[in-house]
């Protein structure tokens, strides 16, 4: 079995990303405006997409590129269209 990279640089930006989402939380229990809310959900979304670009990013870096210099084609093409998918399903 391969070892798959670490991302455990991205356990700061997640944290920032759940302190958001509670202040969000807190926005509604207080009735702040919706567009306050929502101004704070779309940073949160651009937060999120961020630390999920940076995954893929690293995904692609080491297990793609570990599969293409092992000349694993079967595995490549499984990675590949895997990450299609993520694409796929993005906005």
Known sequence: M??????????PRLNRAAGQIEGIKRMVREGQYCVDILTQLRAVRSAIKTIELSVLETHMKSCLVRSC????DS?????LAEIMGLLKKYE
């Open 2 to 11: 391969s070892q798959h990279p670490s991302h455990l640089e991205q356990i």
């Open 75 to 79: 595995s490549r093409d499984k990675q």
């Open 69 to 72: 210099q092992c000349g694993d």
